[in-house]
């Protein structure tokens, strides 16, 4: 086996996602540095660094600093640019070619000509870069042309017109206008090839090559290659336009000249070399060749290599590429689709938040890579560009493989969003559809426009009629779709007329769908059992609301109702009317003045748009009931029973936590508590908030979740008792994507024990389980403490009261705590230090394995220790020392006063107490300053007591004598010059 390797990838998109994803996998991957990659999609923070966007020269600085084994170049401007070359000067290897070598993209022109240097076969073409000899050549030549920027447009620069105007204003636009900026200095247009396309990527080291499985792109925004061109909004692979023969064909006449002459013209291409080709009737026509990977085609090629994508590039830097060892999965297939923001190709809004992406990657074999994400300080997804997610799917066949990615992508939602539904229908044999009708058949015309307009593969094969003078009869023969009238005899039985229209229905061949549009005639057992599951019906309202009615009466009743809201249903026909199981519902809202006319012009859109639907899910074969998907609330991600189950986990915790006031009984939809029987005269209630940061984050790294719910406990507790009020009851919110009882039930478990030593009551809570919200594994939790505390013994006191020369009673903490996590993982993650290794500095006890279990130690609680005291008003002001430090917390005690109204100031000499080796450690780890350290974390410290000169033996005794160390840490003092309120002797303590 190779040496690992460390890596630097360039590229944030789509297509760099998916090669570090695939690179990850390879045993020989040690890490990989990425720029400006995408926070949004790193798991492993310790494999993948995340570096800001690099210049050439800042990455060529990186990769000799950090000694990468090569460089991986996603993007062509990079290429184009020459950093290759500059890490070649170097010493550094890349994946991707030189900048000479890069020209075959970066210049149309250049690449043209090379074409027809080595006679590669391609389109008739011209270059120009004088735009009136442009605009003089598509006069004479006419639409039937592809006119392209020459330079570098993001895939963008190719267009193809419908008429002359649209050929001389794209000229106009690209050449004068600059539509493309530079890119459009020249202009090559070229003959209008006809014929499918597919892209062949290779993998080559200058002189060999490995063929990629063809790919087909789908470059239009719109469905039946509709609208602008756009960098690619799905692609499947392999190809099945692609037969050997041809595979062959463009091996030998466009990949295998192209590579040879390049070597030959003093420039060897190594990396991927892409070509995109046109399939003509005169044989395979090289369109453009692309200097690297293409996007989205990466999303589907690499999902399907069996190699180890790093091994192969290590052949390719180095020269010994061998094509046998390339290996690519047999007997599978890929699919992605682009999910884009609402406007694009042209300008669209950004940071819109993303949900639904971890409920699409539970399908099986989809991957969804990151094409314009990016990780918001809320630490939600959100969109960043044009094209935003690309949903890959593998599958044993493309129906299988479109299913789970169109199944996936319809979980995925944000504001705006569109993509196409018509990815890969063009390789799946056409839906074959009947269709039954009485009346003018208006929803199947939409059909027939969705065929003509290419937005979906089918065919209406049959068009039968209970009515002579039925329209749906004319439309069928005006668009040439076979047709007849069947009437009903006197006497005749429905079977008998069934059977006929069954045979009338399969006399050009089995059909794959059944469509009954406005048919007036009840069918018998003997239709709807030989169509079983076949058999599609479209009703005017949102079934099963007025079901049984009929066209305009469903509109006049639902008008009549007041329903705001109404719409069609697509169902399957059962023997009952409008009974059968529905598969889609699409819904509008109706408006106070609507009239049935109106209301069914809209409701008839929307039913042509349900059967359009129906048609790709067929071709798919995803047409099943709604029953048997999306109908239970665990399918949508949350499960009833799991929080069940909790509940019944936790009552023994929550009983146990019973205090007079409270028999703490959850199940309720509140909780009570009795004030009096807790035997308070004149009480004020006291209430506190808060969390638990992401100490969470070092709890799911140790699998250890009780701990925290101590801490959150002790987080609010301690904050009601600086107002002198002894804690009541608790309440505590648990919100997570995918409820784990168990993970769950432990953290409810540390909040009972907690509520317990505090001496309050667990009145409930609220588990919420909430799909898409958090990532699979994350919680987070909240709690919220109540107290009271009689009037005359609510501190701290009035500032007039704090007087020169009370003393600093500190009570000692076990850590960190729950403050200051986030500059602890950091440093941990910079340092490159495993949270699972043994801890680094002196422990007394040896108590803890791990450096994350020394991180865990719960909050302390100080109820026990300080409630009999505040009882005995024996302390003046408290202070929690938590987010903040001493010195963000101490001068609360004041009641908000600044510097300037109070001369009143605290000294605290940090020689009094030893610092806890922990957080020394960390200290020195990052080389903080004392000030960061004593205003980030607590140094040792859970809680500083302001007591008056005469109390403060009496308070020292009574603490000391229940176990509780306390040491006097400062005084209280005045001062008309010093400018903070809190004065640090002795600071080289922290660290010594």
């Known amino acids: 086996m190779s040496d690992p390797v460390s890596l630097l990838v360039v590229g944030g998109g789509g297509r760099e996602h998916a090669l570090v994803w695939s690179l990850l996998k390879s045993d020989q991957c040690n890490k990989i540095l990425w720029t400006p990659g995408n926070k949004a999609v790193v798991k492993d923070q310790k494999k993948v660094e995340c570096l800001p966007a690099l210049t050439n020269a800042q990455i060529v600085e990186k990769a000799k600093e950090?000694?990468?084994?090569?460089?991986?170049?996603?993007?062509?401007?990079p290429l184009a640019e020459g950093l290759a070359d500059d890490l070649e000067n170097a010493g550094i290897l890349c994946f991707g070619p030189k900048q000479q070598a890069a020209r075959i993209e970066s210049s149309k022109a250049f690449s043209k000509d090379f074409m027809v240097r080595h006679d590669i076969p391609t389109a008739d073409y011209k270059t120009f870069t004088d735009v009136s000899e442009a605009l003089a050549y598509v006069d004479s030549v006419g639409p039937n042309i592809v006119i392209k920027a020459s330079g570098l447009a993001a895939g963008k620069g190719v267009i193809l017109p419908s008429t002359v105007e649209e050929a001389k204003a794209a000229v106009e636009d690209i050449m004068v206008q600059k539509a493309f900026g530079g890119a459009g200095d020249s202009v090559v247009i070229e003959e209008l090839l006809e014929g499918p396309e597919a892209s062949f990527l290779v993998f080559t080291d200058g002189t060999r090559f490995a063929s990629m499985p063809p790919a087909q792109d789908h470059k239009r925004v719109g469905d039946g290659d509709q609208g602008p061109n756009t960098g690619g909004m799905?692609?499947?692979?392999?190809?099945p336009t692609v037969t050997p023969e041809i595979m062959r064909e463009v091996q030998e006449k466009i990949i295998a000249p192209a590579i040879k002459g390049m070597r030959e013209e003093g420039y060897p291409f190594v990396g991927v070399l892409y070509a995109g080709v046109m399939l003509t009737p005169k044989g395979p026509k090289t369109l453009e060749y692309n200097c690297r990977f293409g996007d989205p085609e990466t999303q589907v090629l690499l999902p399907l290599l069996k190699s180890d994508l790093v091994a192969v590039m290590r052949a390719c830097v180095t020269g010994t590429l061998d094509p046998e060892l390339v290996e690519f999965h047999s007997g599978k297939v890929a699919t992605s689709v682009v999910a884009a923001s609402g406007g694009y190709p042209g300008s669209y809004p950004k940071g819109k938040t993303i949900y639904g992406i971890s409920e699409a990657e539970s399908y099986p074999e989809v991957t969804v890579f990151h094409s314009g994400t990016t990780l918001s300080s809320s630490q939600t997804v959100e969109t960043s560009g044009g094209r935003v997610l690309c949903v890959t799917a593998l599958g044993p066949d493309f129906s299988t493989s479109l299913r789970r990615s169109y199944g996936a992508m319809n979980r995925i939602c944000f504001e705006g969003m569109q993509y196409r539904k018509d990815i890969g229908a063009k390789v799946l044999p056409p839906?074959?559809?009947?269709?039954?009708?009485?009346?003018?058949?208006?929803?199947?015309?939409?059909?027939?426009d969705a065929i003509k307009e290419k937005k979906i593969h089918a065919e209406i094969t049959m068009v039968v009629s209970n009515q002579k003078n039925a329209y749906i009869l004319e439309r069928a023969k005006?668009?040439?779709?076979?047709?007849c009238y069947l009437p009903c005899k006197k006497g005749q039985t429905r079977e008998s007329w069934d059977s006929v229209a069954i045979q009338l229905?399969?006399?050009?061949?089995?059909?794959?769908?059944?469509?009954?549009?406005?048919?007036?005639?009840?069918?018998?057992?003997?239709?709807?059992?030989?169509?079983?599951?076949k058999l599609i019906n479209v009703h005017p309202s949102l079934l099963p609301e007025f079901a049984g009615g009929m066209d305009m009466n469903v509109h006049e009743e639902v008008i009549k109702s007041g329903k705001e809201v109404t719409g069609c249903t697509v169902h399957f026909v059962t023997e009952e009317v409008d009974a059968g199981e529905i598969i889609l519902q699409k819904k509008c809202n109706v408006t106070k003045d609507e009239t049935p006319d109106t209301l069914k012009a809209k409701v008839q859109a929307l039913e042509g748009e349900c059967l359009v639907e129906i048609v790709r899910k067929v071709q798919r074969r995803d047409l099943h009931p709604q029953s048997s998907v999306s109908v239970t609330y665990k399918d949508a991600g949350v499960d009833i029973e799991a929080g069940d189950d909790l509940v019944d986990r936790i009552k023994p915790f929550c009983k146990a936590t019973s205090r007079p006031g409270s028999d703490a009984v959850i199940g309720g939809f509140g909780g009570i508590f009795d004030l009096k029987a807790a035997g308070f005269v004149d009480p004020l209630l006291v209430s506190g908030t808060d969390g638990v940061g992401t100490k969470l984050e070092i709890a799911r790294m140790a699998g250890i979740h009780n701990t925290v719910g101590i801490?959150?406990?002790a987080m609010c507790v301690n904050d009601i008792l600086v107002q002198g009020a002894e804690p009541l009851f608790f309440l505590d919110y648990f919100a997570t994507g995918k409820l784990d009882v168990g993970e769950a039930a432990q953290v409810v478990q540390g909040i009972a024990h907690a509520c317990k030593e505090s001496g309050c009551a667990l009145l409930g809570g609220e588990t919420a389980e909430m799909p898409g919200m958090y990532k699979p594994g994350d919680y987070d939790i909240a709690g919220f403490a109540v107290g009271a505390v009689d009037r005359n013994l609510l501190i701290p006191r009035e500032p007039t009261e704090i007087a020169d020369g009370d003393v600093l009673i500190a009570l000692l903490s076990s850590g960190f705590h729950s403050n200051g996590f986030s500059l602890v993982r950091h440093l941990l993650a910079t340092n490159h230090i495993s949270p699972h290794s043994p801890p680094q500095w002196v422990q007394k006890d040896n108590k803890h394995k791990r450096i994350c279990d020394a991180l865990l130690e719960p909050t302390r609680l100080y109820v026990k220790a300080l409630v009999p005291i505040l009882k005995k008003g024996l302390i003046k002001a408290a202070a929690h020392i938590t987010g903040g430090g001493i010195l963000g917390n101490l001068p609360r005690v004041l009641g908000g006063l600044d510097e300037n109204e109070t001369d009143l100031r605290f000294e605290v000499d940090m020689s009094t107490w030893d610092i806890p080796e922990m957080i020394k450690y960390f200290i020195k780890l990052g080389n903080l300053k004392v000030s960061e350290a004593v205003t980030t974390w607590n140094c040792g410290l859970g809680m500083i007591l302001v007591v008056g000169k005469d109390q403060a033996e009496k308070v020292l005794g009574e603490l000391r004598e229940i176990q509780e160390e306390a040491i006097v840490i400062g005084k209280v003092f005045t001062s008309q010059t010093e400018k903070e309120f809190v004065k640090l002797l002795n600071t080289e303590n922290v660290v010594n």
Do not use: C
Request: aromatic share 6%; charged share 15%.
């Open 66 to 77: 950090e000694k990468v084994s090569w460089v991986v170049v996603g993007p062509e401007i």
């Open 234 to 239: 799905g692609v499947i692979a392999p190809s």
């Open 431 to 448: 839906v074959r559809i009947a269709v039954l009708g009485s009346t003018r058949g208006t929803d199947m015309q939409a059909i027939i």
């Open 478 to 483: 005006e668009h040439a779709i076979p047709f």
């Open 505 to 533: 229905i399969e006399s050009g061949g089995p059909v794959d769908v059944v469509m009954l549009i406005g048919f007036m005639r009840i069918l018998s057992p003997v239709f709807v059992n030989h169509f079983k599951n």
């Open 711 to 713: 801490d959150l406990v």
